[in-house]
T-cell receptor, first 112, second 113 residues
């Protein structure tokens, strides 16, 4: 089975810190995605990547950036963390010939 | 903009009863509709999906129906069991062709033993 691994389950960071959330998939998928999940709002797309070094903004990219230097790794960066970025962050990958996503277990980030 | 509405937000059923979750989408070009189940402490997992050229799809106790005219699709779970308790998300593909999905806001299903 495809495995999508997010490096941290829980993170607590201070306002203004630069935060890196890491995601690794082990099935050579080209497409990778970062979502944030908030109660009552569902999953909202932050950024996605078609392939190495390629990235596109999703629906809520403000305050975030991403990096994809290697095919298996897709990093989400909070340039200067703010309390309104406290959320559950979910990484997903997708095989181009299939439709469904495989999600990681999520990182719950708290910014204090 | 593109939108997916999901109802209800919470649903409690007795074990053995059926559960139905409904979603409405706005983009008439959407052609793929997955359903995800998220258990506590885990990421969402794909449980069933349907393409726009099919009206219904069934997998054991789970079924999904699609009404393209009304832009509605629904998840049906029969003979519910305690392990069905989770948050369920519907989603619809977008017109951009990038396999981005618009997700609903989720339904918390509780199956009461």
């Amino acid at each position: 089975d495809v495995k999508v691994t997010q490096s941290s389950r829980y993170l607590v960071k201070r306002t203004g810190e630069k935060v890196f959330l890491e995601c690794v998939q082990d099935m050579d998928h080209e497409n990778m995605f970062w979502y944030r999940q908030d109660p009552g709002l569902g999953l909202r797309l932050i950024y996605f990547s078609y392939d190495v070094k390629m990235k596109e903004k999703g629906d809520i990219p403000e305050g975030y950036s991403v990096s994809r230097e290697k095919k298996e790794r897709f990093s989400l960066i909070l340039e200067s963390a703010s309390t309104n970025q406290t959320s559950m962050y979910l990484c997903a990958s997708r095989e181009p010939t299939r439709y469904g996503y495989t999600f990681g277990s999520g990182t719950r980030l708290t910014v204090v | 903009g593109e939108n997916v509405e999901q109802h209800p937000s919470t649903l409690s059923v007795q074990e053995g009863d059926s559960a139905v979750i409904k979603c409405t989408y706005s983009d008439s070009a959407s052609n793929y509709f997955p359903w995800y189940k998220q258990e506590l402490g885990k990421g969402p997992q794909l449980i069933i999906d349907i393409r726009s050229n099919v009206g219904e799809k069934k997998d054991q106790r789970i079924a999904v129906t699609l009404n393209k005219t009304a832009k509605h699709f629904s998840l049906h779970i029969t003979e519910t069991q305690p392990e069905d308790s989770a948050v369920y998300f519907c989603a619809a593909s977008t017109t951009s062709g990038t396999y981005k999905y618009i997700f609903g806001t989720g339904t918390r299903l509780k199956v009461l033993a």
